[in-house]
């Protein structure tokens, strides 16, 4: 029999803000998704639980390269294991000096402190993904659904009526009422995400699980959510372009979006902890941002 748990990486010391999925299968321990590096040891501690040891990994899914997800992805091809990614994400994984760079950019001398070691995988360790790609792993089967719109290189992983969603899904932190979409830059893109949840809305799964945070279950429950999250696109690309018609500059926009996702929140009865913790995984001004540069490109190119 399958068993699938979620293992809290308390990422930055903060509990249900970031999981890595164990599933064992008929013939073998599989990870989705693997953390930062920074939280290596919390990963391995956690599937000792579960009484795998790193050596007993042979197949580590990632839906996509940001490092909250795949920083620790070398490490694990390093002790053997192969890295299945979307075939845009795996160039970065064999040479992570351009990712390096980026990440370098935005977190600056915080870099160490969030996100810990990145290490190059060796090739012949990383299998590159396209949609429709099916995965042999654990003696199960895992289909590979392209879903872009986070990032332009995101898969979601389906397990029979079960799928492993990443970001696509948007967070939701161990099913509370109050969704996220985290549109960081450079790659949010309305559309693209809204065509990735209908897509992933009409496979009708009977369970996701998301990587910010745990399993949402129930097929309403699920359908309601792919709704929800479709919606939400339009309405965060909605608010942030009438910050840009309005004249307002970038520092403005970033101050009311924050402002107004607080407002959502609260709305949604969150509490102050619950708004730290969102704010832990998808920071807002990030999130303003990426949706500043979607308009910014779609602006520049009608
Ligand atoms: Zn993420």
Known sequence: M????????HFLGSSESTAAFLIIGPSGPVLVECGPGSTLNTLVAGLAQYSVKPSDIKDVLLTHIHLDHGGAAG???????????????????IDPSKLLVSAQRIYGDKMQMLWGDYLASPADKVNALH??????????????IETPGHAMHHMAYQLGDIAFVGDVGGMRISARNHIRLPTPPPEFQREVWQASARKM??????????????????????????????????????????QIVSG??????????????????????????????????????MSADG????????????
């Open 75 to 93: 490490w694990w091809a390093q002790q053997g294991a192969r890295i299945h990614v979307h075939h845009f994400g795996a160039p970065h994984l």
């Open 201 to 242: 809305r009409a496979k009708g799964f009977s369970r996701i699980y998301l990587t910010h945070f745990g399993l949402l279950d129930g097929p309403e429950v699920v359908a309601v959510h792919w709704t929800s999250v479709e919606a939400l696109a339009d309405i965060y690309a909605n608010f942030v372009y009438k």
């Open 248 to 285: 307002a500059d970038r520092d403005t926009i970033v101050q009311r979006f924050v402002a107004w996702e607080k407002q959502r929140m609260q709305a949604d009865h969150m509490s102050e902890a619950d708004l730290e913790l969102y704010n832990g995984v998808g920071p807002t001004d």
């Open 131 to 144: 949609d429709g790609d099916v995965v042999n792993a654990g003696g199960l089967q895992f289909n590979v």
């Open 2 to 9: 399958t068993s699938i748990h979620t293992i809290d990486l």
């Open 291 to 302: 949706i500043m540069r979607y308009w910014k490109k779609k602006m520049g190119s009608s």
